[in-house]
């Protein structure tokens, strides 16, 4: 009985054990190529690890460039799967499990939202697919028991720490990326020292738009490393909050700008511009009685110029560090702002991998970016989702988060051009004048009947193609025109517009305000306002030429954190709101990475009277 119970438990023991192991086992993706992640520990050789894997040690030197200086303990190793078996793929019972086909656009982490599952467990139980690349048609499996228990923030944060993995073990001068929400192919290019098309090609893809939330993708190594190692994040969990010290009227605040105004020779108008905007703000900042030294740094996107500047103790004395605008440039300078408690700010860049409470980020956070909208979603609006040839599957994601299970309808939009359509009408019109039995021809370009409806509608354009969204809104308008033209009632409607929409140039704005389209903005500005006027007047006659958005922005940078270091920054500017011109900041730390973040977006409405209301 005795030896029996010690044989159950020595199973069960082995069996966990087996489970630990199995569960710490790290398993990647590398260009299509599957490894093992292999840390390697004191007394291991190539031999010994070659037999545990059961892998030749040439396949495993071919696969570790780093291994011609020797194996050292706790360097990363990929050990290819033994190409000598293949693995089966195991069928899953109904009961346990529901099967998903892979659409197109479908990346893992869209496809995690849909059912709120984990990345992990999705990795876990389709133990064949490759996380940075699924395949259209590719079944998978979707463990029930998981399902809604998973939120966005846990998956991003799967899918971050699987990027790490892959970066560890990556060579050739990349490492890999996962796109978060609201990036593009050129901002991430632009963090990364490339060129979009570079970055496109690098990935195999043929256009920006196949970028989609959630995806990992290949970026070539800067010096700063891409993101922070995990005894780097252990230490910003584990350490003090950063305590800002406030300084006495009649002290002169010494404030740091860090700019890339030139690179490689060529200036940047856009950092000239937020240079040419701070300044106007340190004019107003002297006139209300504060003294302001400001050493400018030019930065010319060169991180050997960061690490220059930090070790020749330059910053030193700082009271307020505004820049630099790259995040892998950021990441160094944060630890030296936390070592001294100076506040950093970061003017543009979306703080991705830094993790620093020493950080104030003016870009407004992923966190609050439909808050203002849920009314829209609320249930008490009838949802249209209008689809096209190509759609934004991202922004369908986030819009179907946000109705959290609330009805809404589908209409599939196909354009046709007005001579097909006059052509079938008039063969409809035949068909009836000689007696003959027919359909009247409903366009799938005519949106009349999504419009006839009593209840008020909120319609969201899917599509990711500008021409195709040129021509759905001017749909919309010509349909609520000839609607009204013949008493036909409409109901009220607005068009949800997705944030991209602004970097098209082609659409035609005047539609904006037929159409109702209500849209989020990082940043907003009416020239017609009293306090945007005058700043625009004062820059024009100080540097003759219109001012940006970055001249706004740098504006807001000088008014905000200048004037804060007299009262405020002591709190980390908690519970307390600004409006330098008409855009509104309010920073709130994040739980993730400690950072505080801007949570105001701004709410545009194009109205239909012709006026533009924000909130």
């Not at 944060?157 to 593009?184: I, P």
Request: proline fraction near 4%.
């Amino acid at each position: 009985m005795r030896r029996t119970a010690l044989t159950v438990i020595f199973s069960i023991l082995l069996s966990a054990l087996a489970g630990t192991l199995c569960a710490q086992e790290q398993v990647v993706y590398i260009d299509g190529v599957k490894y093992r992640v292999h840390s390697v520990e004191k007394g291991e050789t190539l031999y010994s690890l070659s037999k545990r894997y059961g892998v030749p040690i040439e396949e495993m030197v071919a696969s570790n460039p780093a291994l011609s200086d020797g194996l050292k303990a706790g360097q990363k190793l990929k050990i290819p799967f033994d190409g000598s078996r293949t693995e089966k793929a195991e069928k899953k019972p109904k009961r346990k499990f529901n099967v998903h086909v892979v659409a197109k656009g479908e990346t893992l982490y869209s496809i995690s939202r849909r059912y709120a599952i984990s990345v992990d467990a999705l990795m876990a139980d389709n133990g064949n697919i490759d996380p940075s690349k699924l395949s259209v048609g590719t079944k998978l499996y979707i463990r029930k028991s998981k399902i809604g228990q998973t939120d966005a923030t846990e998956a991003r944060q799967e899918l971050q720490r699987h990027s790490e993995v892959m970066s560890s073990v990556a060579d050739g001068g990349f490492g890999y990326h996962v796109v978060h929400s609201g990036e593009t192919a050129s901002d991430i290019a632009q963090r990364f020292g490339t060129k979009e098309t570079d970055l496109l090609a690098l990935n195999g893809y043929s256009r920006a738009s196949d970028l989609k939330e959630g995806s990992i993708i290949k970026v070539p190594v800067t010096p700063v490393h891409i993101y922070v190692p995990n005894q780097e994040r252990e230490k910003a969990e584990s350490a003090p909050d950063v305590r800002f010290s406030t300084l006495k009227d009649g002290t002169a605040a010494q404030v740091a700008l860090m700019l890339p105004l030139r690179v490689e020779g060529s200036p940047m108008p856009h950092y000239v511009d937020f240079y040419q905007g701070f300044l106007l703000g340190l004019d107003d900042i002297r006139r209300n009685g504060h003294s302001v030294n400001v050493r400018l740094f030019n930065t010319a996107h060169d991180s050997s110029r960061i690490q220059e500047i930090l070790s020749s103790g330059r910053l030193d004395g700082s009271d307020l560090i505004v820049g630099p605008v790259y995040e892998d440039e950021i990441i160094p300078v944060s630890k030296y702002a936390e070592q001294h408690s100076i506040p950093l700010v970061s003017p543009l860049a979306n703080m991705v991998h830094a993790e620093s409470d020493a950080v104030f980020q003016m870009s407004p956070g992923a966190e609050t970016k439909f808050d203002k909208v849920r009314n829209l979603f609320d249930g008490s609006k009838r949802v249209v989702l209008i689809s096209g040839e190509t759609n934004d599957t991202e922004f369908e994601s986030e819009v179907l988060q946000m109705l959290e299970g609330r009805p809404y309808e589908r209409y599939r939009y196909a354009y046709e051009h007005p001579s097909v359509i006059e052509r079938r009408q008039k063969e409809y019109e035949e068909a009836l004048s000689k007696g003959q039995q027919a359909t009247e021809y409903k366009s799938p370009s005519d949106l009349s009947p999504l419009l006839q409806n009593d209840t008020p509608s909120v319609f969201v354009v899917l599509s990711d193609n500008e021409i195709e969204v040129d021509r759905i809104l001017a749909a919309l308008a010509s349909a609520n025109i000839s609607l009204t033209s013949r008493s036909r009632t409409v109901a009220p409607f607005v068009v949800f517009g997705n944030t991209r929409w602004n970097r098209y140039r082609n659409i035609d704005r005047a539609i904006f305000f037929t159409d109702n389209v209500v849209m989020l903005s990082t940043y907003h500005v009416r020239r017609n306002d009293e306090r945007v006027r005058d700043f625009d007047s004062r820059y024009a006659e100080s540097f003759g030429t219109v001012p940006s958005l970055y001249s706004y922005r740098g504006y807001d940078a000088a008014m905000i954190f200048i004037q804060s270091l007299y009262g405020g920054i002591e709190n980390g500017l908690a519970g307390q709101r600004f409006m330098p011109l008409q855009t509104p900041y309010s920073f709130e730390r994040n739980g993730r990475n400690g950072i505080r973040v801007n949570s105001e977006w701004v709410r545009v409405n194009y109205n239909s009277n012709f006026t533009i209301t924000t909130e």
